[in-house]
Structures are given as C-alpha cells and as structure tokens.
C-alpha cells in the first residue's frame, strides 16, 4: 500500500500532490461561486466585458490557485518559483521581450489575414474616455496572461513533470487548456481547439528555456491584446467595448477565424510554427537546469 502513495525518494507521489492541489483549488472556487450566488452578485455580462473578465480571473482563478499553491508549498517545502512563479520583477525585461514577441505574433497573423482579402480597417472608432479604454484593457490583457499561466503552466505543470516529465507534462496540459477553450467558450471550432493547445505547448517551450512564466506572460497579455484591442478582432462572437477600430473581416471562416476571431485562422498555425522556429534558434542555450534535474529523477525513477 505505501508504494501507491510513496516514491521511492520517501515523497508522495506526484499525482496524487496534484489531486489535493485541484481539490482544494476547485473547492474555493466553488465556495467563491456559492458566496457570490446567495449574495446576487452574480450578474449576466457580455463575454468580452473587461471589468467581467478581470473579476472572474482574480476572484475565480486566481484566489483559489494561489492558496492552493500556497497550501502546497508549505507541505512540499518549496518556494514558488519552483512552480516557476515569478516572486518578483514580474514586469521585468523578460516580461516586455515576451511582450514584442506577442504583439509581433499577432500582428504578422492580423498582417497575413490582410494578404488574403480577410481584413481591413474601416475607421477608427472615436470613444468617450479613450484614456480609459486603452488603460482598462492593457490591464485585462495582462490579468489573462498572468492569470492563465499561473494556473495551467505553474504549479500543475511543475507538478506533473514531477511525475511523467516535463515534455509528457507539457502536452498533457496543452491539450486540456485547448479543450478548455474549446468546451467552455461559445462558436467554438477545432481550429482554436488546436491552436490554443499548441500555442500552450510553446509557453511550456519558454519555460523550459527560462525556468520561469514572466517571458510567456509576457507573451500572452501582448497577444490577447493585439487581438482584442490593438487589432480589434471577434472573440467568441463579440467586438471588445472600447476597441481601436471599427474592422471587417470579408473572407470565409478559415480566412479570418469567423466568429472566434484570428486564432482560429488557418495562417495562425503558419505564425505558431514561426514561433517554434523562431523562439529555438533564438534561445538556443540549454534548457533551465531545473528542467534538466527533473527528467533525471523521472528517468531514475522509471529505471
């Protein structure tokens, strides 16, 4: 019985560390939702709401994982960035090399879309409070890219290579973060079921290189708002309030991504393996040794 629940370095086993740390996550967020619910706070808003969107990323998200992380941690006897958490210079240089990568990305798929007759600017929509617009969402852009990599690509993907390795964990949790997209959003399609997976497999790539999430971060807050705001494209049917332009997309479906916006284009998968290609010959240095230590374990452990 206790080589079920104990390794053979005298720890419990990885998966079931990753099965306390969902329950306890999942049974927060569920505490959050009841509380909200008896105190009508609950209120039916447009996907694309930013106060919305931020709201649900730091109450609904993110409280539960870092107390479940936190939870953890103590019991592991370990530090966050070992869940490669940032602990400070979250905003640092990685994080804005991250940034130029993301907006580059997003503009040569908005770019390649344009070539083929899918895009085009018709004018720019003049808003009341433009200052506001701009300012609210480069601060929802940023909560989703902090947010979501927290949550999918810390302690879970520390975790589970813990127990199959880094790769296998990697591909693992981008095919649940593309299923994730793909079941809970609405018009969804396999193309951003597939996009979003492996776009989640390349933040996992920039991990192993870095040892850390600020450069994907980075990289994420930069491409959620190129798309949203910058470029003013759909996201599960919806226009962003505020955007910069008024845009039309005058192509079908796997031109322009339709109703999901341009990560469900065909072009983004030419754009995602430039970011693969792009991100290797640039990074060329060996991955984090924190990485390497981990493979060795579970090589010594299968052997």
């Known amino acids: 019985m206790r080589k079920?629940?104990?390794?053979?370095?005298?720890?419990?086993r990885a998966g079931w560390r990753l099965l306390m740390w969902l329950l306890i996550a999942i049974g927060i967020q569920a505490?959050?939702?009841f509380l909200a619910e008896r105190l009508h706070l609950v209120n039916d808003r447009a996907f694309l709401d930013p106060k919305g969107l931020m709201l649900g990323d730091w109450v609904a998200t993110f409280i539960p994982v870092m107390i479940a992380t936190l939870v953890m941690m103590r019991i592991e006897r370990r530090t966050l960035s070992d869940y490669y958490i940032p602990v400070r210079g979250i905003l640092s240089k990685s994080f804005w090399i991250g940034a130029l990568w993301g907006i580059a990305a997003v503009s040569l798929l908005i770019g390649l879309i344009a070539l083929a007759g899918g895009y085009?600017?018709?004018a720019v929509a003049l808003h009341e409070h433009f200052l506001y617009w701009v300012l609210?969402?480069?601060?929802?852009a940023a909560s989703i890219g902090i947010v979501e990599e927290i949550a999918f690509r810390g302690y879970m993907l520390r975790t589970l290579a813990d127990g199959?390795?880094?790769w296998p964990a990697a591909c693992v949790l981008a095919f649940l973060f593309g299923a994730l997209h793909y079941f809970g959003k609405p018009h969804e399609r396999?193309?951003?079921f597939a996009s979003t997976g492996l776009l989640a497999l390349f933040m996992s790539l920039?991990?192993?290189h870095t040892g850390s999430l600020t450069w994907a971060m980075g990289w994420h807050f930069a491409f959620d708002w190129g798309a949203i705001w910058l470029w003013s494209g759909r996201n599960a049917g919806?226009?962003?309030p505020g955007r910069l332009f008024e845009t039309a997309w005058p192509a079908a479906d796997r031109v322009t991504g339709g109703l999901l916006g341009p990560e469900a284009s065909w072009f983004v998968f030419v754009v995602i393996a430039v970011l693969f290609a792009g991100f290797h010959f640039m990074y060329r240095r060996k991955p984090h040794r924190q990485l390497m230590d981990q493979s060795k374990a579970v090589s010594l452990k299968c052997n």
């Open 4 to 12: 079920i629940f104990i390794n053979t370095a005298g720890k419990l």
């Open 31 to 33: 505490l959050i939702g």
């Open 120 to 122: 085009r600017i018709a």
């Open 136 to 140: 609210m969402w480069v601060a929802t």
């Open 164 to 166: 199959i390795g880094f």
């Open 190 to 192: 396999w193309e951003d």
């Open 206 to 208: 920039t991990i192993a």
């Open 238 to 240: 919806e226009y962003a």
